[in-house]
Nanobody, 123 residues
Framework: QVQLVESGGGLVQAGGSLRLSCAASERTVSRYTMGWFRQVPGREREFVAA???????TYYGGSAKGRFTVSRDSAKITVLQMNSLKPEDTAVYYCAACQQCDTYSYWGAYKYWGQGTQVTVSS
C-alpha cells in the first residue's frame, strides 16, 4: 500500500510562488505516473500536472501551463513548483500515483492519493 504525503501549501500573495512536495512511502513509485490535482468545494477535482515514471514526459492542465512545473526530486519525492500564482489557484492540492494509467489527466485513473494540502492565494 503506497502512502503519499503532501507538504508546502500555505498562504501567498498573487504573483508569488509555492513549492509543493509529495513524499511516497515506497520507492516503487519511481515506476509510477505521479499526478497533481486540485479541488475547491462544490467542484470536480481538476487535473494540474503529471509526470511519467521516466521523469522526462510531463503534462499540464490548461490553468497550469507556463506557470507550474512538475518534477521528480528523487525516487520518492515529486515536486510541483507553482509560480505567478493567482487567486483562482486557491484550492486543496492533491498528489496521486498510478502504476498503469489509462489516462494521466483523469482523477479516476489514480489508485493512491495523499491527504491534500491547502493553497490560498490572496489578491
Amino acid at each position: 500500500q503506497v502512502q503519499l504525503v503532501e507538504s508546502g501549501g500555505g498562504l501567498v500573495q498573487a504573483g508569488g510562488s509555492l513549492r509543493l512536495s509529495c513524499a511516497a512511502s515506497e520507492r516503487t513509485v519511481s515506476r509510477y505516473t505521479m499526478g497533481w490535482f486540485r479541488q475547491v468545494p462544490g467542484r470536480e477535482r481538476e487535473f494540474v500536472a503529471a509526470i511519467l515514471w521516466s521523469g522526462i514526459n510531463t503534462y499540464y492542465g490548461g490553468s497550469a501551463k507556463g506557470r507550474f512545473t512538475v518534477s521528480r526530486d528523487s525516487a520518492k519525492i515529486t515536486v510541483l513548483q507553482m509560480n505567478s500564482l493567482k487567486p483562482e489557484d486557491t484550492a486543496v492540492y492533491y498528489c496521486a500515483a498510478c502504476q498503469q494509467c489509462d489516462t494521466y489527466s483523469y482523477w479516476g485513473a489514480y489508485k493512491y492519493w495523499g491527504q491534500g494540502t491547502q493553497v490560498t492565494v490572496s489578491s
